[in-house]
């Protein structure tokens, strides 16, 4: 009679407060920082070191036409969308405001970290 009472004692102990348990979960977090800087092309800075970009054209509805320094390749964008390819992917040059009157486009690159 012993015997079972012990069983039942250490299953209790086991089963509630898990003291038996060799197993046990880690929960990791993995979080990714993005960043974003804005740089402004005109008349007077047509081109960036860092963004590799020149600056082509600005239409007058904004859209803005720019060339890959390394490639020469052309991209185009509305204001709001962004320039796709190679050199940025699907969302890493966004164009943020252009004015056709003054020949001014804000660009602004994101990337994460």
């Not at 803005?64 to 964008?77: E, K, V, W």
């Amino acid at each position: 009679m012993v015997k079972p009472l012990a069983l039942i004692s250490v299953a209790f102990i086991c089963g509630f407060a898990g003291a038996c348990s060799s197993s046990h979960t880690e929960y990791t977090s993995i979080t990714s920082a993005h960043y974003s800087t804005r740089t402004t092309l005109s008349r007077e800075r047509p081109q960036d070191a860092q963004l590799r970009v020149a600056l082509v054209s600005i239409d007058e509805d904004g859209t803005t036409t720019i060339r890959d320094l390394d490639s020469g390749r052309i991209m185009r964008a509305s204001p709001g969308g962004y320039f796709v390819g190679p050199e940025f992917g699907q969302h890493g040059l966004r164009l943020v405001s252009a004015s056709h009157r003054a020949h001014s486009a804000v660009f602004e690159r994101t990337f994460s970290g």
